[in-house]
């Protein structure tokens, strides 16, 4: 039986259960996390690095299971099924991939169907070279399906890998820092481009890990903020992306602004290092003394 077979539209895409992850030496990665990811829902993952967001993608990708706690994705539960069932219905865009120089963006995109750096050309038919065209062409750059990853910017190669992550028609697609390095010019067409996926795949849900406001794209509609392993907050994006949630968040006093659906924020003038806050408290000795013995 395939996902689609125990899916439906009203069937979350994703749903975190109380979830906790710790590593072998008891370091708390994740503290309980519950969260809900709907069809069509563009959400913003915020937090300063150590606060459980690459560990949080990693479960969201069906690539490690939870210490405890339940994980659902398209209605089946991690530890209870295959999850290279799974795998082809997540787009997961990691720019730590590399592919390989010689590929032509085109050949690089039809590597997405398989999941390897190389097209293997014996499982490809002429509508899966098609569908690569379409997807370069969704992602505005149809224009570099001849040229080779080498010749590529660093922008170009990321908007290829988006259109490899949609090959095989994903439910869910998950974008690891995608403006990182990016120039001006590239992060907003980058961003553009992830936006008009809202319109030309209404049903497909997006998260987007990002460190800065400045990186989220237009579309985005819902948010959750990470601290120390903790979701200290989440829900509409309007209500998330403020000013106190996002100095409570990061542990500065910071002011967000929001204009023609695109957000930003900056400290607040007198704010030094020496004299910030630790981010949101986290909660101590309230569990099991052998709850993290592995």
Not at 12 to 18: A, G, R, Y
Not at 123 to 138: F, Q
């Amino acid at each position: 039986m395939s996902v689609d077979d125990v899916t439906t539209a009203a069937t979350p895409v994703l749903e975190l259960d109380d979830v906790r992850v710790w590593t072998a030496e008891g370091a708390q990665l994740l503290r309980g996390v519950t969260w809900t990811v709907n069809p069509g829902e563009h959400w913003a993952v915020l937090g300063a690095n150590g606060a459980g967001k690459s560990t949080l993608l990693s479960l969201a990708a069906a690539r490690r299971h939870p210490s405890s706690g339940t994980v659902r994705i398209l209605g089946r539960q991690m530890g209870r099924t295959m999850v290279f069932r799974l795998w082809e219905m997540i787009g997961v865009v990691d720019p730590n991939i590399r592919l390989p120089d010689e590929l032509t963006a085109s050949a690089a995109v039809l590597t997405g169907l398989t999941g390897s750096l190389r097209p293997q050309w014996e499982r490809i038919g002429p509508d899966d070279e098609t569908r690569a065209m379409e997807m370069l062409d969704r992602l505005g750059c149809i224009d570099l399906a001849d040229r080779v990853m080498a010749t590529c910017s660093q922008g170009e190669r990321q908007r290829v890998r988006i259109a490899r992550a949609l090959m095989t028609r994903p439910r869910l697609l998950l974008l690891d820092e995608p403006a990182t390095g990016l120039d001006l010019p590239a992060r907003e067409a980058l961003l553009a481009a992830v936006t008009d996926l809202r319109s030309t795949d209404p049903d497909l849900a997006i998260v987007v890990v990002a460190h800065h406001l400045e990186d989220l794209p237009s579309g985005t509609s819902h948010a959750l903020l990470m601290a120390k392993g903790l979701a200290v907050r989440q829900g509409d994006a309007a209500e998330v992306l403020r000013s106190e949630p996002i100095s409570e968040c990061f542990g500065i006093p910071v002011e967000v602004t929001h204009r023609d659906g695109r957000w930003s924020a900056h400290a607040l003038p007198g704010w030094n290092r020496s004299s910030a806050p630790d981010p949101v408290a986290v909660p101590t000795g309230d569990e099991p003394a052998d709850e993290w013995e592995m």
